[in-house]
């Protein structure tokens, strides 16, 4: 088969240079590495951010008191 040939990559190269430019392609090049740079970045703060907290705060919910309980009743 032709698509395994090295000459036929050569030329779609050359034929995606001559249609795109150099500068285009070396700027989607940037960007595509940005993207997966990014992508990676996030998959790995995702990591961290999910892990659950065993411990819980003891100040954020104060437990009711008997004298509380006693006065609410009335």
Do not use: C
Request: charged share 25%.
């Amino acid at each position: 088969m032709g698509s395994g040939s090295i000459w036929h990559w050569v030329i779609v190269l050359v034929i995606v240079a001559l249609i795109f430019g150099t500068k285009k392609l070396r700027n989607m090049g940037e960007d595509i590495g940005s993207a997966v740079k990014s992508f990676r970045k996030g998959l790995a703060g995702e990591d961290k951010t999910e892990q659950p907290q065993l411990k819980a705060d003891p100040a954020a919910e104060p437990a009711p008191t008997a004298d509380k309980k006693s006065e609410t009743t009335r």
